[in-house]
């Protein structure tokens, strides 16, 4: 199951730092459909590709679970009043995509995003048709995934087009984490992509869970 987040100003949302040149093209630019268009989400429910819960609900227990186990606390030494102060601010302050992308995101990942294998603003054009193939091409704001380095090259020649995102060299394959961010203006917009890019992500994991079936 791929994680897809969505985050608008009106929320406290996580955030991530964003290259000057990729936060120009925010925007995915592209003659095909895509999910600032009428209609994207009936394109994606006619290829079986449901709003939350629109299908049968999963078994939320283990998340449950998961997220009432206390976790420790954020120690001054870590996180001080002048942070939390900056980090209030900019929260108040962040009114478009560009302010969330620059000011907030950075704050909340801080330093333990070089842990992951993350990509910004990638377009997804290596990976077989989601539906028909009449509509654009995934861009995820932030996604995770696998090292194409330490991935299994028999895995990735036979699955190639379902875990490999990307032709640019060295992104993450096997996309299994998503964050979109949003303004009040695109916020729909913003739940359509999240909703395309997480069965994106679902797929890809599928396929490994049956690679060799």
């Known amino acids: 199951m791929a994680a897809t987040h969505t985050f608008s100003p009106s929320i406290a949302p996580p955030s991530f730092a964003l290259a000057s040149s ?74 478009t995509l560009r302010e969330i992308l620059y000011d907030v995101i950075p704050m909340l990942t801080g330093s333990e995003v070089s ?26 704001h932030l996604y995770d995934g696998a090292s194409p380095v330490t991935d299994h090259k028999a895995i990735r020649d036979q699955l190639g087009d379902m875990i490999v995102p990307s032709t640019a060299e060295g992104t993450p394959v096997v996309p299994n984490f998503f964050l979109e961010v949003a303004d009040h203006a695109n916020v729909e917009a913003a739940r359509l992509q999240a909703r395309f890019h997480g069965a994106i992500g679902a797929r890809a994991m599928h396929s490994l869970q049956n690679f060799g079936k």
């Open 22 to 95: 990729q936060a120009n093209n925010l925007v995915q630019s592209s003659s095909k459909p895509s999910p600032f268009d009428m209609n994207f989400g009936t394109h994606l429910a006619d290829f079986h590709i449901h709003r939350f819960y629109a299908t049968p609900a999963p078994n939320l227990e283990e998340l449950k679970a998961a997220v009432a186990v206390p976790r420790p606390p954020l120690s001054l030494s870590e996180f001080s009043e002048s942070d939390f102060k900056a980090f209030s601010n900019s929260v108040r302050d962040a009114g």
């Open 115 to 140: 842990h992951y294998v993350t990509a910004q603003d990638v377009v997804f054009n290596n990976l077989r048709p989601l539906t028909d193939g009449c509509i654009a091409a995934a861009r995820p």
